[in-house]
Nanobody, 116 residues
Framework: QVQLVESGGGLVQAGGSLRLSCSAS????????MAWHRQGPGNQRELVGR???????NYSDSVKGRFTISRDDRKKMVYLQMNNLKPEDTAVYYC??????????WGQGTQVTVSS
């Protein structure tokens, strides 16, 4: 079982930055693939980016070049550094973990609001 807790959301002006954190309660973190998703008002949940257990990253086109995912396996943490934020980045951001057995786990989400 994996429990995920996000933090770091808040209100920021357009052009600003935020760093989201996701803490995992799990026996072995390093085997997990991790991802960030978001769900804006009236929108479906969408993938922001992911980082594999080997450190390979990929991002959605909408955030590429502005957002960076990283992980610290010793601390059992994953991060989302968000720069040059835009009002359309306003959403609840979710941390997600997947394991090799098909398990899929989600955090409760953290709100990010970008004002224009």
């Amino acid at each position: 079982q994996v429990q995920l807790v996000e933090s770091g959301g808040g209100l920021v002006q357009a052009g600003g930055s935020l760093r989201l954190s996701c803490s995992a309660s799990v026996r072995v973190f390093g085997i997990l693939h991790m991802a960030w998703h978001r769900q804006g008002p009236g929108n479906q949940r969408e993938l922001v980016g992911r980082i594999t257990n080997g450190g390979v990253r990929n991002y959605s086109d909408s955030v590429k070049g502005r957002f960076t995912i990283s992980r610290d396996d010793r601390k059992k943490m994953v991060y989302l550094q968000m720069n040059n934020l835009k009002p359309e980045d306003t959403a609840v951001y979710y941390c997600q973990a997947s394991d090799r057995f098909g398990g899929n786990y989600w955090g409760q989400g953290t709100q990010v609001t970008v004002s224009s």
